[in-house]
């Protein structure tokens, strides 16, 4: 259940409380997100929905570790990040959160494999570890026929956007964000965006 009253319980993945985001823009401050509380169970689909430029990436990137808020905190599933230092918040990332992005992000010059693979070499995995998680990431996107085949080789964008999902799927992740919720809002508890 998603609730942006900020009154979660013992089960809430997320805890957001009093979340601030401002950028500067030349002289100008843009305020993207003003006090935002919230809190996501665990076990839960949530999507964000809302039109361009209305703070829906924005809060993504704070709950994933990518940017760090001006104000407030978030704790995910009981690490608190708001505070983490960069080498910290890179560990706590490759342990607890994939992230999906909208153009899959994946490197042209790498297999399936290596695709998958590259987070995983951020971890304290060996090779042998690494090896077991990514043939059963990409057996869980049906890729593993294709492990060895370049992005370029796959099918229009289907076989790309699968592949895209492997890495999330690659250990126990946390929770994981992905940056064009229309793909998964079917089974999503949804939430308008102000």
């Given at each position: 259940?998603?609730?942006?009253?900020?009154?979660?319980?013992?089960?809430?993945?997320?805890?957001?409380?009093?979340?601030?985001?401002?950028?500067s823009?030349?002289?100008?401050?843009?305020?993207?997100?003003?006090?935002?509380?919230?809190?996501?169970?665990?076990?839960?689909?949530?999507?964000?929905?809302?039109?361009?430029?209305?703070?829906?990436?924005?809060?993504?990137?704070?709950?994933?570790?990518l940017?760090?808020?001006?104000?407030?905190?978030?704790?995910?599933?009981?690490?608190?990040?708001?505070h983490?230092?960069?080498?910290?918040?890179?560990?706590?990332?490759?342990?607890?959160?994939?992230?999906?992005?909208?153009?899959?992000?994946?490197?042209?010059?790498?297999?399936?494999?290596?695709?998958?693979?590259?987070?995983?070499?951020?971890?304290?995995?060996?090779?042998?570890?690494?090896?077991?998680?990514?043939?059963?990431?990409?057996?869980?996107?049906?890729?593993?026929?294709?492990?060895?085949?370049?992005?370029?080789?796959?099918?229009?964008?289907?076989?790309?956007?699968?592949?895209?999902?492997?890495?999330?799927?690659?250990?126990?992740?946390?929770?994981?964000?992905?940056?064009?919720?229309?793909?998964?809002?079917?089974?999503?508890?949804?939430?308008?965006?102000?």
């Open positions: 259940m998603i609730r942006v009253d900020g009154n979660g319980g013992s089960s809430s993945l997320i805890k957001v409380r009093g979340l601030n985001k401002t950028y823009r030349g002289g100008e401050k843009i305020q993207v997100l003003q006090g935002l509380n919230l809190d996501v169970d665990k076990g839960d689909f949530v999507a964000f929905m809302g039109p361009s430029g209305s703070g829906k990436t924005t809060l993504l990137n704070l709950l994933g570790g940017d760090v808020p001006s104000a407030g905190s978030i704790t995910v599933d009981g690490d608190e990040i708001t983490m230092s960069a080498g910290k918040l890179t560990q706590w990332r490759a342990r607890h959160v994939g992230f999906i992005f909208q153009m899959y992000n994946l490197i042209p010059v790498l297999t399936a494999y290596q695709n998958v693979e590259l987070p995983l070499l951020l971890t304290k995995l060996s090779s042998s570890e690494r090896r077991k998680h990514v043939e059963t990431a990409l057996g869980v996107v049906n890729l593993a026929d294709r492990m060895h085949h370049y992005p370029a080789s796959f099918p229009a964008g289907k076989n790309s956007a699968s592949l895209s999902l492997a890495p999330s799927s690659r250990t126990r992740l946390s929770c994981f964000a992905m940056s064009r919720p229309a793909t998964w809002t079917a089974r999503a508890r949804t939430k308008s965006w102000p």
